[in-house]
């Protein structure tokens, strides 16, 4: 075991020398799985047939919703290839040659630990850290936009609403589908107020289904992206800070 996890070590070190920044640091917080959604991140990368990497891993690979993502991708111009981490072993090595390759990498809804699992069983989140350095854009929606911060809240298989630490992309606590009761302010507002260690990211972010937050260089624009949803027309995005270990809340209106 200690030899698999020095091998595993050093297979992840390796991968991040293998390119050259292609930009700017990008990422996307919580726009939504839909077409529309992956039509603005696809947008974000300035290709127009971006090489994308789809993990489906926290819906534990559903071919469902990875035929749906994959039409919806493929609609936008991108040239897509899926990659089932839960279902189907991978080869590691391979794998973090096409992250570091990609120009898009998708994280799908689900279970966040589930995602959390692989990329911790193949040694995969240095490669993440090394793509996103080189100007690979991350993007996901619910557990795949909680999978890149720093914390989210989350909705844990057995049942418990808790914090569950991500990779930490963007240094800030995240959660979804802020204007539902199981993950809005009574839940979470409550939980980050217990978050007073100086240690930890004083920023958050809240966003409702249809708002999104699209960083660049760690600088933050709120989007839009409703996918022709009425009841998402009106989605916002909340920004937290902390001083003196108070947490203070802003509302963002997103650029329409």
Not at 23 to 34: D, I, L, S, T
Not at 66 to 88: H, S, Y
Request: charged share 25%; glycine share 10%; proline share 5%.
């Amino acid at each position: 075991m200690k030899m698999q996890m020095v091998c595993g070590m050093a297979l992840a070190l390796a991968a991040t020398a293998l390119a050259a920044p292609k930009g700017p640091r990008k990422a996307v917080f919580g726009p939504g799985g839909n077409e529309a959604s992956l039509k603005a991140c696809c947008e974000f990368t300035g290709k127009a047939h971006p090489k994308t990497l789809m993990f489906e891993t926290p819906a534990g690979d559903d071919e469902g919703t990875i035929k749906r993502r994959l039409g919806w991708l493929q609609n936008v111009g991108a040239d897509v290839e899926v990659v089932r981490m839960w279902k189907e072993k991978v080869d590691p090595v391979e794998l973090r040659k096409k992250i570091m390759a990609a120009d898009l990498i998708w994280f799908g809804s689900g279970a966040t630990e589930q995602l959390l699992y692989k990329i911790d069983q193949y040694f995969l989140e240095q490669a993440f850290h090394a793509a996103y350095r080189n100007g690979t854009v991350l993007a996901g929606n619910s557990a795949g936009s909680i999978i890149q911060a720093y914390a989210g809240y989350n909705d844990f298989n057995d049942g418990r609403y808790d914090l569950i630490r991500g990779m930490g992309m963007i240094r800030c606590y995240f959660v979804p589908h802020y204007q539902s009761e199981i993950f809005g302010p009574g839940k979470f507002d409550k939980r980050l107020a217990e978050e007073t260690d100086p240690a930890t990211p004083d920023e958050a972010w809240a966003v409702e289904n249809g708002a999104g937050v699209f960083f660049t260089d760690e600088k933050p624009e709120v989007r839009l992206v409703t996918g022709g949803l009425k009841e998402r027309e009106n989605a916002c995005a909340y920004h937290f800070t902390r001083k003196d270990g108070v947490w203070k809340k802003e509302k963002v209106v997103p650029v329409r």
